[in-house]
Structures are given as structure tokens and as C-alpha cells.
């Protein structure tokens, strides 16, 4: 079945600067790659995703890459704010199958 | 706006006790399903359903049931609560899976066992 790693699984970053987070899957059948915020208390939120017939995909502060070959994606924030402090998770969902989540990034900003 | 409601945040229940855990969603999805969250563990699957009356096990289905009597609502059942129970439990909803579909989660109950 599916597997997905991800790494860091802290990061602490100074505001203002970017933060990156990979991750990687085993299911070559994977075809769709969401992100998750999840901030202290709150449910988590999809922030944004990409398919597996796209390279890469911007939302603003926000991106995420895909490389089939080497079956990893990454989560790119510029311009870090405080508000964006939180968990962020990764998953992969392989054709018609459930996701596969990742453990988790522990994302801190700070001033 | 998706709704996926849990009816209990918090929860503190004897070791034993049976406990229910409640979920509805108001955007008529087909799929829904329950997660527990473990620091380090990320998201891990207990139950998932495709269709009322419906269940299938996810990865770590020992010690829970389900019950999904109506669409909307998706119940995740301890029968004898254990200490290694306490987590925090997600429930999650979506449409029939085609590639691209996410899911939308709940706010999540924080269920104590002692």
C-alpha cells in the first residue's frame, strides 16, 4: 500500500523568510497530493493541492511541486507570517483508494 | 460552506465505559470517515463508509466499530474504552472518490480515558 514520509517534522523559521516542506510517496498509482493546515485546537484545512498531471501549482504566498519520477512534492511558504504557524500535513491518494497521510510538520514562525 | 459537525469536543470516560462518538455532514456526501491523531502519527485510519449502512475497516480498526444508519451521520463506537484510546478522534467527509476529491474534516474530540 501507500506510504508517505515527510520531512522536517519541526521547523522553525524567522518571519518573513520561506519555509519548505517534502514529502515523499511509494505508489506510482498515487494521482492526487493535498496540503492540510491544521492550527492548535482547530480541524484541519485543505490549503491547497495538485494532480499528478501538473508540475506545480501557486496560490498566492503558497505553492507545491510534484516530481512523478522521483515521487516527492513540496510545500513552498514565502514571506512567513506569525498566522502561519501550525501543523501541516501532506497526503497522496492513490487512484480511487482512501489518503495516505503524512505525520506531520510542526511549523513555528517567529517574530 | 462543508460542515462536518462532532458533537463532543471533550470527553473524559472510565476505563470500560462505552463511549460514542458522533459526526454529521450537511453536504450530502457519500464517504465518511473516522481518524485518530497521535502527536508524531500523523492521521490514521480507524473506519471509513461508502454508503449508509456500510463499513470498512481502515488501518487500525481494533476496538472501534461504526454505525451509519443515515447519510448524514457516521458514529464511531468504543465498546470498552481503554486507556490506549485517548487521542484525539477526527471525523471526515467527501464525495464519491473521483481523482481529485478531498475531503473535509471536523473539529475534532478530545476523548481522555482514565
Known amino acids: 500500500g501507500e506510504n508517505v514520509e515527510q520531512h522536517p517534522s519541526t521547523l522553525s523559521v524567522q518571519e518573513g523568510d520561506s519555509a519548505v516542506i517534502k514529502c515523499t510517496y511509494s505508489d506510482s498509482a498515487s494521482n492526487y497530493f493535498p496540503w492540510y493546515k491544521q492550527e492548535l485546537g482547530k480541524r484541519p484545512q485543505l490549503i491547497i493541492d495538485i494532480r499528478s498531471n501538473v508540475g506545480e501549482k501557486k496560490d498566492q504566498r503558497i505553492a507545491v511541486t510534484l516530481n512523478k519520477t522521483a515521487k516527492h512534492f513540496s510545500l513552498h511558504i514565502t514571506e512567513t507570517q506569525p498566522e502561519d504557524s501550525a501543523v501541516y500535513f501532506c497526503?497522496?491518494?492513490?487512484?480511487?483508494?482512501?489518503?495516505?497521510f503524512g505525520p506531520g510538520t510542526r511549523l513555528s514562525v517567529l517574530p | 460552506d462543508v460542515k462536518v459537525t462532532q458533537s463532543s469536543r471533550y470527553l473524559v470516560k472510565r476505563t470500560g465505559e462505552k463511549v460514542f462518538l458522533e459526526c454529521v455532514q450537511d453536504m450530502d456526501h457519500e464517504n465518511m470517515f473516522w481518524y485518530r491523531q497521535d502527536p508524531g502519527l500523523g492521521l490514521r485510519l480507524i473506519y471509513f463508509s461508502y454508503d449508509v449502512k456500510m463499513k470498512e475497516k481502515g488501518d487500525i480498526p481494533e476496538g472501534y466499530s461504526v454505525s451509519r444508519e443515515k447519510k448524514e451521520r457516521f458514529s464511531l463506537i468504543l465498546e470498552s474504552a481503554s486507556t490506549n484510546q485517548t487521542s484525539m478522534y477526527l471525523c471526515?467527509?467527501?464525495?464519491?472518490?473521483?481523482?481529485?476529491?478531498?475531503?473535509?474534516f471536523g473539529e475534532g474530540s478530545w476523548l481522555t480515558v482514565v
Open positions: 471526515a467527509s467527501s464525495f464519491t472518490p473521483v481523482s481529485g476529491n478531498t475531503i473535509y
Open positions: 497526503a497522496a491518494r492513490p487512484g480511487g483508494q482512501n489518503f495516505v
